[in-house]
């Protein structure tokens, strides 16, 4: 059962920076996509940008030249590096992986459990 373990959220002032970081652990699958959603209170959950295996990215407009993710292949660890941030980047941010095609099992998709990010203004 494959696993995401989210770390570095935390409260900041608007301006500042917070980096996020994600490992897959436990997977029997190989892992394509990576990358971070977010939900803010009240809202859907959206995703923020995703990456591929090749190095990918598709990004959210409202976060590009902001923030930059990355990815560890050979550790299965995505990182989100988020500059200026904004007050309405308040959310709880969540790690999404998701297998490459298995026969038995279609598209894996795993979450992490989120961890907030409360910007102040």
């Known amino acids: 059962q494959v696993q995401l373990v989210e770390s570095g959220g935390g409260l900041v002032q608007a301006g500042g920076s917070l980096r996020l970081s994600c490992a897959a652990s436990?997977?029997?699958?190989?892992?394509?996509?990576m990358g971070w959603y977010r939900q803010a209170p009240g809202k859907q959950r959206d995703a923020v940008v995703v990456?591929?295996?090749?190095?990918?990215?598709t990004y959210r407009d409202s976060v590009k030249g902001r923030f930059t993710i990355s990815r560890d292949n050979a550790k299965n660890t995505v990182y989100l590096q988020m500059n200026s941030l904004k007050p309405e980047d308040t959310a709880v941010y969540y790690c999404?992986?998701?297998?490459?095609?298995?026969?038995?099992?279609?598209?894996?998709?795993?979450w992490g459990q989120g961890t907030l990010v409360i910007v102040s203004s």
């Open positions: 999404y992986a998701k297998s490459d095609y298995v026969p038995t099992h279609g598209y894996v998709e795993v």
């Open positions: 436990g997977s029997s699958f190989s892992i394509n996509v």
């Open positions: 990456i591929n295996r090749d190095g990918t990215t």
